[in-house]
């Protein structure tokens, strides 16, 4: 079974300083029938203008996954963690029993633009933790690499939940396919450009949820960078 949401149909949030597109009920944008998919609770698109961003503010119990699209973007938290996350980055905070953080847009010019990603964990009340690590583009290009795990397999980042969370940037002509296993959900979201998923055409900010599916087949039509969600069966 395939459900597409439209990039056009999400929640948006706007603020004099921030520009914010949600994929699932979050903040002030509520939607019953969108509350998340399987553990994933959070995909939200967010632009930050220059030189602002959010100040300290508290989280618990969620993996949070931070991927930058365009620009940087600046983080400091309760743990004594301080880095700038650049395009191409992969960040993943474990809220755990605990944890303040700020994020903020460090250049004078130029808006960053970045997915927050928010799963559901395994366990409650973690040692809250903190990891980065960066995945070239070309790595990536015309195929699909692993960016988040349980168990930091295949150079991934380990995360205290049950996804898998894949990258992949097809541009026309190139495919792959990824087998889903029984039980499995996969949650596809395009980031950027435009791509084929199990022949319907999909395209930045559009997603499809796949059930009782063996395959997810992406195809490029233009410049896509695609995330793809494995996830445990509602």
């Known amino acids: 079974m395939k459900q597409i ?3 056009a149909e999400r929640g948006i949030g706007r603020h004099d300083w921030l520009e914010s ?5 979050f903040a002030n944008y509520y939607d019953p029938n969108h509350m998340g998919v399987s553990i994933l609770r959070v995909i939200n698109d967010d632009r930050i203008a220059p030189a602002t961003g959010f100040d300290t503010h508290s ?7 931070t991927y930058v699209l365009e620009g940087e973007l600046e983080h400091q938290d309760s743990m004594g963690n301080g880095s700038v996350i650049h395009a191409g980055d992969i960040q993943r905070m474990s809220a755990g029993r ?15 633009q970045l997915l927050q990603i928010w799963l559901q964990p395994n366990k409650s009340g973690v040692e809250p933790g903190y990891a980065q690590q960066h995945y070239p583009l070309s790595e990536r290009q015309g195929r699909l690499i692993l960016l988040v795990s349980p168990d930091g397999r295949e150079n991934s ?3 205290h939940q049950d996804g898998l969370l894949y990258g992949a940037l097809l541009n026309r002509e190139e495919s ?6 029984a039980e499995r959900i996969a949650y596809v979201h395009i980031a950027r450009g435009e791509a084929m998923v199990n022949g319907e055409t999909l395209k930045a900010g559009d997603a499809m949820t796949l059930s009782d599916e063996a395959s997810v087949q992406l195809d490029g039509i233009d410049q896509a960078e695609i995330l ?4 445990p069966g509602q």
Do not use: Q
């Open 157 to 159: 980042i380990s995360a």
């Open 21 to 25: 597109y949600h994929s699932f009920s």
């Open 98 to 112: 605990g944890v303040s953080h700020s994020e903020h847009n460090p250049s004078d010019d130029t808006t960053v």
């Open 5 to 7: 949401r439209r990039a």
């Open 59 to 65: 989280h618990r119990d969620m993996e949070i996954v």
């Open 176 to 181: 792959v396919t990824y087998k889903l296993s």
């Open 228 to 231: 793809l969600f494995d996830l």
